[in-house]
């Protein structure tokens, strides 16, 4: 009977010991997007960037986003590199345009009115138009 007793044993603890133990690794799936996604947007903290990973479509927890985070060393977004107005503008300039429309006179003499627009990212002027009546289609 000791023999029966001593495989019983066995196999209970074979059935009761689970597979893994402790939390499951996090997906490569996973990490790669959220360091991407940090190094990218220096002043996201890692409740912006899994809400970002959420309306991606991938799933995982906030504290998985600050687990990983901690582990390659990204310190917590407030003492990342702020953003400033120039850090904002230079990064902006190739969107931003300046426009103006100003009155001149002409060598006859007649009245236009001129609408002009320059580019922060060249210093480029451009003319789209000139009229004596801006009102007028």
Known sequence: MRWHRSML???RAATCVPKRRGR???VRSIRAPVLHLAR???SWGYRRIHGELTALGI???ASTVWEILREHGI???PERQSTTWIDFLRSQ??????CDLFETRTLTGARLYVFAVIGHSTRRVRIPGATAHPTAE
């Not at 300039?93 to 300046?98: D, K």
């Open 9 to 11: 044993k066995r196999r």
């Open 24 to 26: 499951p690794p996090t």
């Open 40 to 42: 990218e947007n220096s």
């Open 59 to 61: 799933r995982g927890a």
């Open 75 to 77: 310190p917590p977004a």
């Open 93 to 98: 300039a190739a969107a931003l345009l300046a």
